[in-house]
C-alpha cells in the first residue's frame, strides 16, 4: 500500500507498507519476497515507491532495484 501522506506508526511515519501472508509449504518460495524488501530497504528506494503513481511505475522501481544485484 502506498500512503502518500504517511501513516503514524511508533515514533515514525511510514509510506510504503507490505502486506504479505503466506503459509508454511510456501515459506521457502515466499524468501524470494522478503529478499526484493530488503533490496528495496538496502536502495533506499522507498521515496520512488512512495511516489509511483501506478503499478507500472512501481513495477519498474522494483525492476531497477533488482537489477542492481
Known amino acids: 500500500m502506498l500512503a502518500p501522506q504517511g501513516i503514524v506508526w511508533g ?7 507490505f502486506l504479505l501472508a503466506i503459509s508454511k509449504d ?11 524488501f530488503v533490496t528495496f530497504m538496502r536502495e533506499r528506494a522507498m ?6 503513481s501506478d503499478f507500472a511505475s512501481f513495477k519498474s522501481v522494483a525492476l531497477d532495484c533488482l537489477s542492481r544485484l
Open 26 to 36: 510456501d515459506y521457502e518460495e515466499a524468501m524470494a519476497i522478503y529478499d526484493l
Open 47 to 52: 521515496t520512488r515507491l512512495r511516489d509511483s
Open 11 to 17: 515514533e515514525e511515519t511510514a509510506y510504503v507498507i
